[in-house]
C-alpha cells in the first residue's frame, strides 16, 4: 500500500517497510521483486525506467484494489502491526520480535555475541525440523528437543 503515496522503485519499497516497522519487518529483493512482478502481469502496478531503476506506480486497477483492502480491514493498519491471530499470527509475532533482536545483534552486537545468536539460531533450525518431523501424536518426540 506504499505505492499508493508515490511511486517507488523495488529498494525505495524495502527501506519504507523497514523504516516504518522499525526494523521488525524487511523484505528481501528476492520477495519484493517477485511480488511486484505478479502485481505487473495482474495489471496492478506498472513500471517505468528512472535512472537505471524500474519505478512502479499503482494503476487504477490497483488503486482499486488497495481501497478494496482498506476497506475490508476496516482501518490503515500496517501488516507488521498486526501479525494476525491465532496459531500463525501468534508464530509470526514471535518471528517478527526475533528478527528484531537479531538485527540489533547484528548492527551493536560484539563478534562473540554475534557467533552465540548464530549458534541460537542453529539448534532453533534443528528443533524446528524436528517438530516438523514428528508425528502429531508423538508428543514425547518434540518435548525432547531440548
Do not use: C
Request: aromatic share 4%; hydrophobic share 35%.
Amino acid at each position: 500500500m506504499l505505492l499508493d503515496e508515490r511511486p517507488m522503485h523495488g529498494y525505495e519499497l524495502i527501506g519504507e517497510m523497514s523504516e516504518r516497522s522499525g526494523g521488525r519487518w524487511e523484505p528481501s529483493p528476492g520477495t519484493i521483486y517477485p511480488a511486484l512482478n505478479r502485481m505487473e502481469a495482474r495489471g496492478l502496478v506498472e513500471a517505468e525506467e528512472v535512472d537505471g531503476k524500474r519505478r512502479f506506480t499503482l494503476t487504477p486497477d490497483g488503486k482499486r484494489r488497495v481501497a478494496e483492502i482498506r476497506d475490508a480491514r476496516g482501518d490503515d493498519a500496517a501488516p507488521w502491526d498486526d501479525p494476525g491471530t491465532g496459531r500463525r499470527g501468534d508464530l509470526r509475532g514471535a518471528m517478527a520480535e526475533l528478527v528484531g533482536q537479531v538485527r540489533q545483534i547484528g548492527k551493536f552486537g560484539t563478534p562473540e555475541q554475534a557467533e552465540a545468536a548464530g549458534k541460537v539460531l542453529d539448534d532453533a533450525k534443528r528443533q524446528l525440523y524436528t517438530i516438523l518431523a514428528t508425528a502429531p501424536d508423538d508428543d514425547d518426540a518434540v518435548s525432547d528437543t531440548e
